[in-house]
């Protein structure tokens, strides 16, 4: 069956959390009838060292470019890279981004400045509000400097705070600040992920959800990228139909995906 599904954000084992290689992510994709999706392995400008990331990037870019030689016909694969906390280190993100032909530039922020992933906390003695402030002040940050294509899931925190902790965190109250960063995607004409991979986990929703979605079209946002975030073949394109639905609730009738750094639209139906 042809499917009019496009997985914009998704890892290989050139991440050191995923799973699969990219070819065989491609003969999964083929297999489950979707139409292409984007490698977006992770590139954390703060571990960038730590992790040894240089390394996987140039095996990431030979891994894909066998890919594309054995399933460029059957399979539209987009070369890009999430980009995790640009904004503390210039220098190095100009580097990267120099380093090879990406196709798509996922920006995110896992952490804030000093502090470790929120995937690995447990908000013992935190106040999350304090928290939340200093994230989405510093996803105003990346979102001003305007280097990448999408900006990824834009509620991270609450994905543990809520989902993994049971927190029972209010995010509306960030909603001035996160009118900052939409409305700075929105004016710089980049679009905003949505990020399936809540669908699967204990917190059960997309992020950001519809509200934050349908704001992004108020403010005059035009691109959305759908992202199953992918950390294992069978993960693969999940939740991306559901969420076109949700898009066109909000507003949408296109969702997109990138090629060479350029928006190419798909219809939404
Ligand atoms: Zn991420
Ligand atoms: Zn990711």
Known sequence: MYLNIFDSHTHSDTSWDAEHSITFLCETAVKKGILGFAITDHCEINEYESRDIEARIMQGHFEMLKAR????????????????????????????????????????????????????????????????????????????????????????????MNGKCGLGVDLSRMDDLIDLTLRTLAQNGKALEINTSGLRGPIGETSPTLKYVKRFRELGGEYLTLGSDAHAAEELGEGIQETMAMASQAGFQYFTFYKKRQPRLLQIY
């Open 69 to 160: 030689a054995a399933f460029g016909k059957s399979i539209m694969l987009s070369y890009g890279i999430e980009l995790g906390q640009m904004n503390y280190d210039l220098n190095l993100t100009r580097h990267v981004l120099a380093m090879k032909p990406y196709d798509f530039v996922l920006g995110s922020l896992h952490c804030i400045r000093g502090d470790q992933d929120f995937y690995y906390m447990d908000f013992q003695g935190t106040d999350p509000y304090a928290l939340l402030e200093e994230y989405y002040k510093e996803l105003y940050e990346i979102a001003k400097l305007n280097l990448f294509d999408s900006m990824a899931h834009i509620s991270y925190p609450i994905r543990y």
